[in-house]
């Protein structure tokens, strides 16, 4: 089995935390420095014994001897991050990002750089972030995305991920970084950019009208809106990384919600009633996948 | 403890087979009559313990006898039934529907009939529909809205209502039937739509893009969607039956995601980060309030 020597989580949130907390409990590196600019995340890290080895963000030459970085920080502190890795590390270190957007960001990322950069997505994320959050079994059964530059170039670094995330649970796959961005903008991000849309209509509707609002959801908002409760800074960076894709799947969600709100004005049942069963049909095939996916790995 | 001699729930979906079981699980009801056009889900409600008599839709002159009749079914059939039930019901008998529209609907069922007519509304449903989703503790903990047009008329029925919903274990409130109806368009009319639309945003770009998106969505997604999983006929009837005040809330979303969208196109960095914010407290708060609401009752 594959065991890195020496290798370091920079942020310590949900997706750093469980993936440090997810090479240690399967004996996948000896050693794991945690770095994070929150002094509570660190300590509490070690106290998991998620990592080895504390540091705090910006004293980072202790990286130097790290065979592997894997930087799990909102997407637009990377480039700093970028920068000052690339001071430290030597040309052999691979780092490895988790950022929700590839596309232009990673192309930016891999400008200027002497270490080689593998960009990654694990598809793991939740409206519950930080440390505390944190589990090593978070990737079971999740998808984790590789975007290579270079497929070749970049075969044994490829080939190391795909061992580590076998290992803790998930299913890798591999893609193009622009293929990669279409996809998450529709299946993600535009449905975080409507959950937060719709929450703040209703903050409107209840300033506006006066009425509780706020006192009546039932359980089908709850979950609807779940992930309106994600990290704002974490979102916005997204949103504005992602731009071009997430507007246009804002496009495509602005067509069919016309399309219903025309039929709700015309009172044209027939379509109302195809929509929502193809709605249904789509998302209940892709709910059975997902289980079915959940099946075979756990 | 009121107990009802015989009464009858038409619909026995998962509202009207739920609320059936709760009668029957906390003894409210010697006899109650199940009516619906489904000759199964009679079978099986009668088989689980839910109604003591199983009569099929149009032979309902067993209902003749019933103190009270409670209707759970989609909304646009209701006034077909309101007819049929003129026809059998003393005017003693109570009918109270469990609509999740009133307003102008509850005002033309009102219209002609001889029995007394109770509007009510528990906020119960979910994406399962039919017999089988059906529970006796369904209600536990679940608000319960009874819209009557004259508090001081209704006001023995007011009080039969609020005493079987505190037994199942819900909670009554007593409002007005245009307020209902503003509120539920905006905190479940409104997100039904928007989750249709989105999944049907996501099915056009998969068919568009030829990429196979459906793949890649995440917990997130599932959560996000599942009430675009509820009942086609059900959810077309509402939209069309609470038209208007569907298309106020629609008004309202549109400009908070336009909001949102100008921000994105315009990299406008700290409205993204105020608006997520805002809505990701909202949102805490509604749903710390409706845990706590679950925990006084359950």
């Known amino acids: 089995?594959?065991?890195?020597?020496?290798?370091a989580v920079i942020g310590l949130g949900l997706i750093g935390g469980s993936f440090a907390a997810a090479l240690k409990s399967h004996g996948l590196a000896a050693c794991v420095v945690g770095v994070d600019s929150n002094a509570e995340a660190l300590r509490e890290a070690l106290m998991y014994g998620y990592i080895d080895?504390?540091?705090?963000?910006?004293?980072?030459?202790?990286?130097?001897?790290?065979?592997?970085?894997?930087?799990?920080?909102?997407?637009?502190?990377?480039?700093?991050?970028?920068?000052?890795?690339?001071?430290?590390?030597?040309?052999?270190?691979?780092?490895?990002?988790?950022?929700?957007?590839?596309?232009?960001?990673?192309?930016?990322?891999?400008q200027g750089i002497s270490f080689r950069y593998l960009p990654a997505h694990p598809i793991a994320g939740g409206e519950r972030s930080g440390i505390?959050?944190?589990?090593?079994?978070?990737?079971?059964?999740?998808?984790?995305?590789?975007?290579?530059f270079?497929?070749?170039?970049?075969?044994?670094?490829?080939?190391?991920?795909?061992?580590?995330i076998l290992v803790i649970g998930g299913q890798s796959e591999v893609m193009d970084t622009a293929e990669h961005d279409t996809i998450f903008a529709a299946v993600s991000h535009l449905?975080?950019?409507?959950?937060?849309?719709l929450v703040n209509a209703l903050r409107t509707m209840?300033?506006?009208?006066?009425i509780k609002l706020g006192h009546y959801p039932g359980a089908g908002f709850r979950d609807f809106t779940r992930?309106?409760?994600?990290?704002?800074?974490?979102w916005s960076d997204?949103?504005?990384?992602?731009?071009?894709?997430?507007?246009?799947?804002?496009d495509a969600f602005e067509e069919t919600l016309g399309g219903i709100r025309q039929a709700i004005e015309q009172h044209d049942e027939a379509y109302l009633l195809a929509t929502f069963r193809h709605a249904r049909e789509y998302r209940d095939q892709i709910v059975k996948n997902m289980a079915e996916r959940q099946k075979t790995t756990v």
Chains 1, 2 share one sequence.
């Not at 089995?1 to 290798?7: K, P, T």
Request: with cysteine; aromatic share 6%.
């Open 238 to 250: 997204i949103a504005l990384t992602n731009r071009t894709e997430i507007l246009h799947a804002l």
């Open 150 to 164: 270079d497929r070749e170039a970049y075969a044994s670094d490829i080939a190391l991920m795909e061992q580590l």
């Open 191 to 197: 449905p975080h950019v409507v959950a937060y849309a």
């Open 1 to 7: 089995m594959v065991q890195l020597q020496r290798c």
């Open 132 to 148: 505390h959050a944190a589990q090593s079994t978070l990737f079971q059964g999740k998808k984790f995305i590789i975007c290579p």
């Open 227 to 234: 992930i309106a409760s994600s990290d704002e800074v974490m």
């Open 53 to 110: 080895e504390a540091v705090e963000m910006g004293s980072g030459s202790v990286l130097a001897s790290c065979e592997v970085v894997f930087v799990a920080t909102p997407v637009r502190s990377m480039s700093k991050i970028f920068a000052q890795l690339n001071v430290i590390l030597p040309p052999t270190a691979l780092v490895v990002d988790f950022g929700s957007v590839k596309g232009e960001l990673a192309w930016a990322l891999n």
């Open 206 to 210: 209840e300033s506006c009208s006066g």
